[in-house]
């Protein structure tokens, strides 16, 4: 398990024991607080940075194969879409710009991130972004959210075999279709679901408390967007009554596609950062919050399953994870056995790995 702190170390865990006993500590590679990891290849990992710097580590080497500083403010989130030995890593950064990279894995003794293959520029800063696989073309398409506005973005993503190097905006989702305010919250977390590859959490950044959605996605045909097919429909071919027909039929569609939208009560402020993981099976969603503990809720329903408490009252949780994890047996070392566990990590400097029962 590798664990980040505000003192730029690098903490690997053995996940295996309940004591998570300490393997190794770097601190001479950072040079700010880590804002996200992300594991490639089970053996490579990706440091996303406060100074806007990113990190390629080979754990097995123990060493940095690469360093790329194309944003000039926080690089907030990283995603990644592995084919073959060829990975897609996307970046995030408070400069309103989102780097794609592409990984080639081929030779282990030269394996760089190189130049960004192809950059979006956007209006606002960008909250979160992941990779969803297309139903109709089985190639990946980026998802991500911005601060102010309540979309999800679905963005095309260069062909490995092609020389193209531009991102498409091919159509956005609502997550507030009917919603008579303005801006009513930001999309501040974003997950898939592990068991179905079109339905998603979202954690949102509304005050007083966060509100949880379980959405499935409505991914626009790829195919569409062919030659001047991107330039959308003719719009002087449309009367404002089709065109008001079209949009309340688009917005009924979306709020059908909002399975759940649910207040957790899971205190956050302004200056929060909402998370969520989901159990390993898709039957639930653990949720942060301010005041130190983690709450549960069934994926169907939205019915309120678990409150974790362990964490110093009132103190933010940062960081968590939850999975299945070979654990060694009380009765043999070297026996092992899978079981569901959920970490959490907060302001209060404490990591807590809870069995699931």
């Known amino acids: 398990m590798a664990v980040t702190t505000a003192d730029r170390r690098l903490h690997m865990m053995d996940a295996s024991l309940p004591s998570l006993p300490l393997v190794l500590t770097h601190s001479d590679f950072l040079d700010s607080p880590v804002l996200d990891v992300v594991v490639l290849k089970q053996k490579y990992l990706l440091f996303a940075s406060m100074s806007g710097k990113l990190l390629l580590y080979n754990t097995e080497t123990e060493q940095i194969l690469d360093a790329r500083k194309d944003h000039s403010k926080y ?38 991130l190189g130049e960004p293959i192809a950059t979006i520029t956007l209006t606002s800063i960008p909250e979160t972004l992941l990779f969803i696989q297309s139903p109709d073309t089985s190639r990946p398409i980026l998802l991500l959210t911005r601060r102010d506005s309540t979309f999800l973005y679905y963005y095309t993503v260069p062909r490995s075999n092609s020389h193209e190097s531009q991102i498409h905006l091919i159509g956005r989702q609502s997550l507030a279709p009917h919603s008579n305010a303005w801006i009513a919250f930001t999309p501040s977390d974003v997950q898939l679901c592990p068991v179905d590859p079109l ?16 959405v499935r996605l409505l991914l626009p045909p790829e195919e569409e ?28 569609k979306e709020e059908a596609a909002i399975i759940v939208n649910i207040n957790t009560m899971a205190p956050q402020t302004a200056y929060s950062t909402p998370r969520l993981v989901w159990r390993p099976d898709g039957s639930g ?52 056995h899978d079981e569901e566990h959920l970490i959490s990590g907060g302001f209060d400097q404490r990591l807590i790995l809870w069995n699931i029962a």
């Not at 989130?77 to 995030?92: C, D, M, P, R, V």
């Open 225 to 252: 967007l062919v030659g001047d097919a991107a330039d959308g429909l003719d719009q002087d071919a449309l009367t404002q009554a089709s065109q008001t027909r079209a949009n309340l039929l688009l917005q009924d």
């Open 75 to 112: 690089l907030v989130k990283l995603a990644t879409w592995s084919e073959g030995t060829s990975s897609i890593i996307a970046s995030a950064g408070w400069d309103a710009k989102v780097f794609l990279y592409r990984l080639s894995t081929d030779d282990p003794s030269n394996v760089r």
């Open 199 to 214: 339905l998603i959490a979202v954690a949102t950044s509304s005050t007083p408390h966060m509100k949880l959605q379980i």
């Open 285 to 336: 969603v653990y949720v942060s919050s301010d005041d130190g503990v983690v709450r549960g809720f069934e994926a169907t329903t939205g019915k309120h399953t678990a409150t974790l408490e362990a964490h110093d009252a009132g103190s933010k949780l940062r960081c968590l994870w939850a999975g299945s994890l070979k654990i060694a047996s009380s009765e043999s070392p070297t026996e092992f």
